[in-house]
């Protein structure tokens, strides 16, 4: 069964660059049939997008966060990566990745991952 | 693009049915047939429980139904039962090619 693990460091100090990976588990990344994707929620609040990433490269993002993200792949780790510059503490939120059908619902998260801006 | 408006919160008593809404626009819900419903427990991962609008995922309770109408997307709970106490969370595909998410309800069971 496909997993979904996050990985990366818990406090990231503001203006700095919050860095994620997301490893795939007896899955690829690479099928062509999913997309993959993060998803933030700050303490206590909603759920929000943040963007996908597909096997050819194309990517897509939530226009809120104003060019900051940045989603990569490595498909010989079949891993995928967050990047988003310039952190302040409203970007303090469990970190989800998540795959994302080709009819655009999530059917895969991982465990979440928290990251506190904080100097 | 603007978040899809849900109901803070939905509050019914065991048994009952409730309904609530996710309101978007023709870019979003209006123009496309993929919405999905998402149920989530305090410090839990979210779980899909409606897709394209009225499907349900393999092992959700079938008392979990999904509907539309114009720009707005609905869930109904039938049976309400203590489980079923949650933030749901409705989500669309947009014309832009990216991805909406609703506000967010709480539903309490009485």
């Known amino acids: 069964q496909v997993q979904l693990q996050e990985s990366g460091p818990g406090l990231v100090k503001p203006s700095e660059t919050l860095s994620l990976t997301c490893s795939v588990f007896?899955?690829?990344?690479?099928?062509?049939?999913?997309?993959w994707s993060w998803i933030r929620q700050p303490p206590g609040k909603r759920l929000e997008w943040i963007g996908y990433i597909y096997y050819s490269g194309t990517t897509k993002y939530n226009p809120s966060l104003k060019s900051r993200a940045t989603i990569s792949q490595d498909t010989s780790k079949n891993q995928f990566s967050l990047s988003l510059t310039s952190v302040t503490a409203a970007d303090t939120a469990v970190y989800y990745c998540?795959?994302?059908?080709?009819?655009?619902?999530?059917?895969?998260w991982g465990q979440g991952n928290l990251v506190t801006v904080s100097s | 693009q603007s978040d899809l408006t849900q109901p803070a919160s939905v509050s019914g008593s065991p048994g009952q049915s409730i309904t609530f809404s996710c309101t978007g626009t023709s870019s979003d819900i209006g123009g496309f047939d993929y919405v999905s419903w998402y149920q989530q427990h305090p410090g839990k991962v979210p779980k899909l429980i409606i897709f394209d609008v009225s499907n349900r995922p393999s092992g959700v309770p079938n008392r979990f139904s999904g509907s539309k109408s114009g720009n707005t997307a609905s869930l109904t709970i039938s049976g309400l039962q203590s489980e079923d106490e949650a933030d749901y969370y409705c989500?669309?595909?947009?014309?832009?090619?990216?991805?909406?998410f609703g506000s967010g309800t709480k539903v309490t069971v009485l």
């Open positions: 989500i669309s595909y947009t014309s832009s090619d990216t991805l909406v």
């Open positions: 007896w899955g690829s990344v690479s099928t062509g049939i999913h997309y």
């Open positions: 998540a795959r994302l059908t080709g009819y655009f619902h999530f059917d895969l």
